[in-house]
């Protein structure tokens, strides 16, 4: 059982447009959700992350939106620039768990 | 500069024939960990490890070993490799599991086994 469903697969946004992200948890325990940012030949790169105490976490242009009852969280990317065009992977877990599970992954690609 | 530095970056090697995928971090992290990473299947914990002689099956263990001798090393073993283990590897490290702490990535270790 996959127990973190991420989509779209691939998302193409025009320069200074929104980009959405959005992830599916199974557990209801799991209780720390971060989103990691990856380029082409990079491991992975810790982008925000966020506890389920609290239903938006912002830092700079990215946010993390969270429903707690729903077992969604979601990324938002706003004034998406071509410089933000990675791969995305949401994840959670539990903190003293020591065990993440991450999506499949979200291919962005911000066009000028 | 703080790193994750895995080696080799990429490696080809036949089926059966035993390898070991070194990881190692400069940051004195307690936690550290191995991923494989496969398209539309994402990152998968393959092993973790708490601390020194502390490891844990992660959720694809199958084929693979690991040691944590000291701190620093966290190496990746595969007794026999076989072609399903062809993917990408990422070792990981991070103090611990805390919220304010970022979890390190090596750069990757591409493996294809033939």
């Known amino acids: 059982q996959q127990q973190v469903k991420q989509s779209p697969q691939s998302l193409i946004v025009q320069k200074g447009g929104i980009s959405i992200i959005n992830c599916a948890y199974e557990?209801?325990?799991?209780?720390?959700f971060p989103w990691y940012q990856q380029f082409p030949g990079k491991g992975p790169a810790l982008l925000i992350a966020?506890?389920?105490?609290?239903s938006e976490k912002k830092e700079g242009r990215f946010t993390i939106s969270f429903n707690k009852s729903a077992k969604q969280f979601s990324l938002h990317i706003m004034d998406s620039q071509p410089g933000d065009s990675a791969t995305y992977f949401c994840?959670?877990?539990?903190?003293?768990?020591?065990?993440?599970?991450f999506g499949t992954g979200t291919s962005l690609t911000v066009i000028p | 500069e703080a790193q994750v530095t895995q080696n080799p970056r990429y490696l080809i090697t036949v089926t059966g024939k035993k390898l070991t995928v070194t990881c190692s971090q400069n940051?004195?992290?307690?936690?550290m960990s191995w991923y494989r990473q496969d398209p539309g299947l994402g990152l998968r914990q393959i092993y973790y490890?708490?601390?020194?002689?502390?490891?844990d099956k992660g959720d694809v263990p199958e084929g693979y070993k690991v040691s944590r001798k000291e701190k620093r090393n966290f190496p990746l073993i595969l007794e026999s490799p076989s072609p399903n283990q062809t993917s990408l590897y990422f070792c990981?490290?991070?103090?611990?599991?805390?919220?304010?702490?970022?979890?390190?990535f090596g750069q990757g270790t591409r493996l294809t086994v033939v």
């Open positions: 557990n209801t325990a799991f209780d720390y």
């Open positions: 490890s708490m601390n020194v002689e502390v490891t």
């Open positions: 990981a490290s991070s103090i611990d599991r805390d919220l304010n702490t970022e979890a390190f």
């Open positions: 940051m004195n992290h307690e936690y």
């Open positions: 994840a959670a877990g539990l903190l003293t768990g020591n065990q993440f599970y």
């Open positions: 966020i506890r389920p105490d609290v």
